[in-house]
């Protein structure tokens, strides 16, 4: 997705309190903003979906991670 946004759709959904509280836990202590993270994990579901990732992806951070 570039800086942008030209490439990007938005995407509304409804999680549990306790599902979106998790996330809030999960941003925190990775330094990161819980949308990076369902990015992340739409990433790896639709690259697991295709038969395996095609580039490394590292769920750990990195310089770009706070989008």
Known sequence: MGKDGRDA???TTT???R???EL???AKAQGV???WLIRRAVERYLD???GG???P???GGGEDVKR
């Open 48 to 50: 697991d979906a295709a």
């Open 24 to 26: 809030d836990r999960l």
């Open 57 to 59: 992806l590292e769920l």
């Open 15 to 17: 999680l549990t309190k």
């Open 53 to 55: 990732p095609m580039l």
């Open 19 to 21: 599902q979106k509280a």
């Open 33 to 35: 903003k819980v949308a």
């Open 9 to 11: 759709e938005r995407v």
